[in-house]
């Protein structure tokens, strides 16, 4: 496009009757250079066959959205600082309408190691309460037939750090996440989740229809760990053996590996995730209305099993994209 602008230009110099050497530019003169300012803009989305939160499913199994905003303002090329805001179609205990999320922090740049520093906090608006009958006097609460039960309110808070190591310059990169919330879920319960991550970009190809050159492609992966405190005592909800005190929620392992393609704006991702987590014990974690007994009488949810999710992504820049 800017070398056909260039040449249309050319063009009609030189053939305008009345140019003037005064008019034209000066032999060897650079270009001016616009200075873009310290700020930007990220925005973007994705359509997913399943929404998945560090391996268990927010969306039941099925289909799920997300859009995202996120405001940049550059302090000098090596420190931002960032405000964004993202949300997800969710299908829930609490039936939200959605998952809102609100985020902001600073990203520090040395050398080849990038840092994320902030904070974030989940937002589930209109939720509804689920007990069960035998619970205290008559309630207009809603009840699960299989008696699972929930909060009233499930918003919370985190805070972050991540960071990422260019190993090989455009090729390998290694990465951490550590969040920390002081109650999961508004449980009461601490919630701390730790993971290790690998990505290797392959070189671009092309394909040869549709116009679709410049194939980027890449494999990567993730480790996690998630260690829970104990919950706060909610009668109907939250109980020991003995009827009184908290829950101590079940740690688990977590994972993910796949292979993603990019093209200019789009990624296309194929993932598998998975946890360590027993169908009861995800139960415990999740609440779910749709957990079935098994045959000791022990309900069990199908929600953090293996399962493979594909994504098409969108993620563009103002500075970049809107030129």
């Known amino acids: 496009m800017k070398k056909i602008v260039l040449s249309a230009l050319a063009i009609s110099l030189l053939s305008a009757p009345y140019a003037l050497a005064a008019d034209m530019p000066l032999k ?9 300012g310290p700020w930007d803009w990220a925005f973007g989305g994705a359509l997913l066959s399943d929404y998945n939160f560090r391996g268990i499913s927010q969306s039941n199994r099925g289909p799920s959205g997300t859009v995202y905003s996120e ?13 964004g805001q993202q949300y997800w179609a969710v299908t829930l205990p609490t039936n939200p309408t959605c998952e809102c999320d609100f985020y902001g922090g600073i990203r520090p740049t040395f ?12 937002w589930y608006p209109r939720e509804r309460q689920h007990l069960t009958p035998a619970v205290g006097p008559i309630r207009d609460e809603p009840t699960y037939r299989n008696g699972n039960t929930t909060l009233k309110d499930t918003d919370f808070w985190e805070v972050y750090l991540k960071g990422t190591w260019e190993v090989v310059k455009d090729k390998f990169w290694l990465g951490f996440n550590e969040y920390y919330s002081p109650s999961w879920l508004h449980t009461g ?28 492609w890449y494999v990567s992966g993730e480790v996690g760990r998630y260690i829970f405190g104990t919950s706060n005592f909610v009668p109907g909800v939250f109980a020991n053996a003995a009827g009184t005190g908290g829950v101590k929620f079940p740690d688990y392992t977590f994972w993910n590996a796949g292979l993603a393609f990019t093209w200019k704006v789009a990624t296309l ?3 598998a995730y998975g946890t360590d987590l027993s169908k009861a014990n995800c139960n415990i974690l999740t609440g779910d209305p749709t957990a079935t007994l098994n045959g000791a009488g022990v309900l069990g949810s199908k929600w953090c099993g293996t399962t493979f999710i594909s ?3 969108f993620d563009l ?7």
């Open 71 to 83: 405001t940049r303002y550059n302090v000098n090329k090596d420190w931002q600082l960032y405000v």
């Open 317 to 323: 820049t103002a500075l970049a994209n809107l030129k």
């Open 189 to 216: 319960a601490y919630g701390n989740f730790i993971s290790g991550t690998a990505k290797f970009a392959g070189p671009a190809f092309k394909l040869g229809y549709f116009g679709m050159d410049e194939i980027g």
């Open 111 to 122: 050398g080849s190691l990038s840092l994320d520093l902030g904070a974030i906090y989940y």
């Open 311 to 313: 994504a098409l992504k």
């Open 269 to 271: 991702d194929l993932r």
């Open 28 to 36: 060897g003169k650079p270009p001016a250079v616009v200075d873009p």
